[in-house]
């Protein structure tokens, strides 16, 4: 009993707190009551618009069904090329390679190539194919894919031939170019070492004939060594000072043959350096890997464009459908609204 009294007390005691909670509660349920009351209207709404949102449905989606079936297929092949090389760097790069390959001149020698009729745009092709840098494991594999399109496999497999054939004859040509270059730098380390070796030649000549009358005028003087007479001496001052003259020239032609025996060892370094470079570091441009018929098409995707069809119809049919009946509802509003004014409401 005394916990009930003290009960009645507490609630006696705070009215207000009462009444707070009951209109809280009610604001609640209010709150709730409208919110499904705006849901049920867009319900009521789509269910009584819902012939609109179909026919949206099925007009959008049978007309991508049927482009789809009209889209001719597109097949995709591909090959890779190993561009060549010219002392180790590569005859073009990829980039001076695309801009080639893409102007007119090269698109129309492209035309002619695929024997294409007269009434196609040779320009037309840059979009049919694709040079870039092979890369495996996002890594630069050295190589070039050449990639084609074509509305049969056989098509494209014979476009990307006819861009391979392209690269090769032009790059036989670079390839030709390096190959002067590469045989005029031998020819002219030929010829400097044959004049090397003839200019090696006279100076051993010119040694030899200096030695020769070194040994003249070394003999002189020794005949000479015990005659006492002043002509005989002048001569000998005189030979003395001639094979002076011959040893000091005798030390420059030694310098000039060692200096000339070096450059002939510097020649033969060089010959060996560009017959390497020409044998293992030159090559020219061939198809790594050819193109193979394709076994499926690339394009069109119809499963995935059909079904984005269709959602973008089912939510166009949505907007149609709020659309015409914010229409119709806004048409009877002013209706009534004039009707009112009329009436003098």
């Not at 044959?194 to 200096?210: V, Y």
């Not at 001569?235 to 420059?252: D, G, N, S």
Request: aromatic share 8%; charged share 30%.
């Amino acid at each position: 009993m005394r916990g009930i009294d003290q009960t009645m007390m507490y609630t006696q005691q705070s009215p207000d707190h009462s009444n707070y909670n009951q209109d809280n509660a009610t604001k609640i349920f209010q709150k709730k009551t409208e919110d499904e009351i705006i849901l049920w209207d867009y319900v009521k709404v789509l269910g009584k618009r819902k012939w609109v949102i179909i026919s949206s449905v099925i007009i959008i989606t049978l007309g991508a069904v049927i482009i789809n079936l009209l889209l001719p297929k597109t097949f995709e092949s591909s090959a890779l090329i190993n561009v060549g090389s010219y002392k180790n760097a590569k005859l073009e790069n990829m980039l001076d390679l695309q801009i080639v390959l893409n102007t007119e001149n090269m698109l129309e020698l492209l035309s002619a190539e695929l024997s294409l009729p007269d009434d196609i745009d040779p320009t037309s092709l840059a979009s049919k194919f694709d040079i870039e840098k092979e890369k495996k494991d996002k890594v630069d594999s050295g190589f070039v894919k050449v990639t084609g399109r074509g509305q049969t496999p056989e098509q494209s497999v014979q476009l990307v031939k006819s861009v391979n054939s392209l690269i090769i004859k032009r790059h036989d040509q670079l390839f030709k170019e390096a190959n002067k270059s590469f045989e005029l730098e031998i020819e002219t380390i030929t010829r400097s070492q044959e004049k090397t070796k003839i200019d090696i030649t006279e100076i051993e000549a010119n040694i030899n004939r200096l030695n020769k009358d070194a040994i003249f005028y070394m003999t002189e003087i020794e005949k000479r060594s015990l005659v006492d007479s002043e002509g005989q001496g002048r001569i000998v001052e005189a030979y003395i000072m001639l094979l002076a003259q011959i040893k000091m020239e005798i030390e420059v032609k030694e310098k000039q043959l060692a200096d000339l025996n070096l450059r002939l060892l510097n020649y033969d370094v060089d010959f060996q350096k560009k017959e390497f470079e020409k044998k293992y570091e030159t090559k020219p441009t061939s198809v790594e890997m050819a193109p193979v018929l394709p076994k499926t098409k690339i394009a069109p995707n119809r499963r995935k464009n059909v079904m984005l069809s269709f959602i973008f119809s089912l939510l166009f049919g949505i907007f149609l459908a709020f659309s015409y009946e914010y229409c119709k509802q806004n048409i009877k509003k002013r209706a009534l609204n004039k009707f009112n004014n009329k009436a003098g409401f």
